[in-house]
């Protein structure tokens, strides 16, 4: 019979080279029984399930080390904390770098369509374009005797034509 | 035991540390530069950051000339993995034609060439077809196109850009180095993804600077408009005009047909005329307009006044070698002002004679001829004007009447301005503002005496009275001084004057205060009706109106019965410049008080405006009430003048307005 560690851990003995007595020794092939089967290894282990009850045994209390734990931890923690302070600033540069060349790409779209749509206006009120319009709605200049220019105007009138 | 396993862990951890150092030191300081290089490659974009050539705005802001963004297609032929599949894929998105595009691009392969244009300047949607097909091998840029959203207006004046958006022509030239922006470069770090976290500049990108033009885009077009008429209309080859301010030479309009749209590039086989600024690279022998230079010589530098008789000897005079005609009946002794108002040839070279040769030359110096006028526009001609020394013996008195000599129609303003300003030789001037400054005018340089000066304007008007040769430059509301001409195109050839004419006129307005000097030339007009008094005039007579109308003039003189119709004006009117016909009244058209004559009354229409002049706001109130009229007062003091004038028939709905003053 042997205990678990006892089984895995090799005897003394058998470090030394010694074998175990696992049963009885091994006869003359000429002696042996041939009807006899030959014995497996081990065959005279047995395993035995001992009950051990260890709560009884506490652990004795060590204010000094405990404190001296809590301190490491702490201190890590700290540094921890200053480190990803420090990185703070880093990491918040990187995430504005991102918001501000999003910020910096849509400002030169926005610039190209003003200059678009500015092309489209100045397009739209060509002179040209503004007269084949009137043509179409039968509309003529006024001659110079149709205009009066009002001296004190409100806002917004410059002439009146009669 | 234990102490082997630690020697083994401790060999194991050394020779792993020794790796590492080896490792850092590869990195750190063998290969560095390589790595970092890679690196960089990966990390970083080399972006160009635009810098959009400035824009060319009218005085008021409108914008003539402008640069917008476009997109172009390039790739590495080496780099695209199958030729044929790209030509295809390429030719059916931007419409190429396949077969063509692929043997560009086996070409390029060919010659290992690792740049070529697919196509510029696409459209966004051609841009988002190709952004959508995710090839790595397909690359677009941006660049920057030039566009004149008024087509053709103020061609000649804008000029043009090639297509690396230098000026080629025009103010886009002349000012190419202000107009042209630098454009920047930055590094931007990018993630994994491409995204931009940070961004360094490289260079800093400095767009051009927007310039501001004196010229008047709707003037402009009214003058662009009416000088395609006028040409089409008198069947001639070319024209122009310039209106100008004549105190700071400001242009408001300059405009030249045959013209072109400079947002086409040129093309083989244009028409390189329609290129050319006829305003001021191409002189012409003025003709009859340089009289009035003759008699501004003639008042400064001899004892002749407006009033003095000078004999046209019957419309014959034989000179060395060369007879000249008055192509009219002939005058006899005329005042000097009606040599100028009937434009007698014969009268003008008499005034030449008494004038001199030196005198002469000095003064058609000192009124701008024969050099630049140093306006801010390339190819702009000096026009000519012969040495002293290269005067034949009837050159003074083809000069005097305009021949021998070559001007532009830029000249002519100039020298209409200085008549026009009391005597000052302003240059003309393009350029308005460069970005936000002002550009200063250059001073202006007096070259004859202001009384001259208004002396030349009141025998100018005798121009546009009946009687004289510019009848149809007459403007309503407006008093006008002017001076028309009709000068044979000399054959160089056959050696002599042809059938063809250049048809000119210059002109001020209004005469009390002159606010602008136009000038028109039609150039191969051909019979009488392309002389200037009739070709030109007219078209003076629309774009001086229109101009005073923008420029927002006040009148100088009351309205007036409607002006003459064409039947009328024609018969008044003088067939050429130097026609003859009974010596019409010279009376001035700034009617003084009572000089209104009465309408014509339709008795039916409404009742008739009574004459309000002279009476207190007060009495012209309680006068109009008692009629029922309508009337709108406007400044304080005694009324001075009424629209409409006494005794014209009121229509229904219309009001008297009556101006006073004290």
Known sequence: MATMPAFWKRTPAHASGQQPPTGPPDPLRAQRNPFLLRPLPQEGVYFHCKKIDNSRLVRETDPHTRGATWSVAGACLSLLAVLALAQIPNVLTTLEGYRLENLRTEERRYLDERRALELQEATLLSPERLEKLAQEQNLVTPSSRQVIHLDSRPDGAVAMVH | ?662
């Not at chain 2, 190429?96 to 070529?116: I, N, P, Q, S, V």
């Not at chain 2, 029922?628 to 009424?642: C, K, N, P």
């Open chain 2, 1 to 662: 035991m234990v102490e082997r396993r630690l020697k083994w862990l401790a060999a194991v951890v050394l020779l792993w540390g020794a790796a590492a150092f080896y490792k850092i030191v590869s990195l750190q300081f063998v290969h560095h530069a390589e790595f970092s290089r890679m690196a960089r490659a990966h990390q970083e974009l080399v972006i160009d950051i635009p810098a959009p050539r400035g824009t060319i705005f009218d005085r008021s802001g409108a914008p003539l000339a402008m640069s917008v963004p476009t997109e172009s297609v390039y790739l590495n032929p080496l780099r695209v993995p199958d030729l044929g599949v790209a030509s295809e894929i390429l030719s059916l998105v931007l419409k190429l034609d396949r077969m063509e595009l692929y043997g560009k691009m086996k070409l390029a392969a060919e010659t290992h060439r690792g740049f070529l244009w697919i196509k510029r300047r696409i459209s966004p949607e051609e841009t988002q077809s190709l952004r959508n097909l995710h090839l790595e091998w397909i690359a677009i840029q941006t660049e920057s196109q030039r566009h004149y959203p008024g087509g053709t207006l103020a061609a000649h004046v804008l000029g043009g850009v090639d297509f690396e958006e230098r000026g080629n022509g025009g103010i886009e030239k002349a000012l190419d180095d202000v107009l042209r922006g630098q454009p920047g470069r930055a590094r931007l770090l990018t993630d994994v993804k491409r995204r931009g976290i940070d961004q360094q500049l490289s260079s800093e990108a400095r767009a051009g600077t927007p310039v501001t033009l004196t010229i008047e885009e709707r003037l402009q077009f009214v003058a662009e408009r009416e000088i395609a008429a006028a040409v089409a209309k008198n069947q001639a080859a070319s024209g122009s005009i310039v209106v100008m301010n004549p105190y700071d030479g400001q242009i408001y309009a300059m405009a030249s047909y045959p013209t072109y749209d400079p947002n086409v590039p040129p093309q083989p086989g244009d028409d390189i005329a329609a290129r050319q600024n006829h305003a001021l690279s191409v002189p012409f022998e003025p003709g009859s307009v340089f009289k009035v230079i003759t008699l501004t010589a003639a008042l400064e530098t001899t004892n002749l006044r407006p009033e003095s008789p000078i004999d046209c000897h019957g419309g014959v005079l034989r000179l060395p070698g060369r007879v000249i005609h008055d192509s009219h009946a002939g005058m006899g002794v005329v005042p000097m002002a009606i040599v100028l108002a009937k434009s007698s040839n014969i009268g003008a070279i008499q005034v030449g004679m008494r004038v001199g040769q030196n005198n002469m030359y000095d003064y058609m110096r000192r009124f701008g001829f024969g050099a630049r006028t140093g306006i801010q526009l390339p190819a702009e001609s000096s026009g000519k004007q012969r040495k002293l020394a290269h005067w034949g013996k009837t050159s003074l008195a083809s000069v005097s009447m305009g021949q021998e000599v070559s001007v532009t129609t830029l000249q002519l303003a100039q020298a209409g301005s200085v008549i026009a300003n009391g005597g000052l030789l302003v240059k003309p001037r393009l350029l308005l503002k460069r970005g936000d400054q002002p550009v200063p005018a250059a001073p202006a340089v007096r070259v004859i005496k202001p009384e001259t000066a208004i002396t030349m304007r009141q025998m100018m008007e005798g121009v546009v009275m009946p009687g004289g040769t510019g009848t149809r430059a007459r403007l309503e509301g407006y008093s006008v001084g002017g001076k028309t001409g009709s000068a044979q195109i000399y054959d160089f050839f056959s050696r002599h004057y042809t059938h063809s004419y250049n048809g000119s006129f210059v002109g001020l307005a209004p005469l009390t205060n002159p606010a602008i000097v136009v000038v028109v030339t039609l150039n191969g007009t051909h019979g009488t009706a392309g002389f200037g008094g009739a070709a030109a005039a007219p078209v003076f007579h629309t774009v001086a109106t229109e101009a005073l109308r923008i420029l927002d003039v006040p009148r100088d003189i009351p309205e007036e019965d409607p002006p003459p119709t064409a039947k009328t004006a024609r018969s008044s009117d003088d067939v050429n410049d130097l026609a003859i016909a009974d010596l019409g009244s010279d009376q001035p058209n700034i009617l003084e008080e009572g000089d209104d004559e009465e309408q014509p009354v339709n008795a039916a229409a409404g009742p008739k405006v009574p004459n309000f002049r002279g009476m207190s706001m007060r009495a012209v109130l309680a006068e109009a009430a008692r009629q029922g009229l309508i009337v709108m007062a406007d400044g304080s003091g005694t009324a001075r003048m009424q629209i409409p004038p006494p005794g014209s028939v009121l229509h229904e709905g219309e009001r008297i307005r009556v101006r006073f003053a004290r």
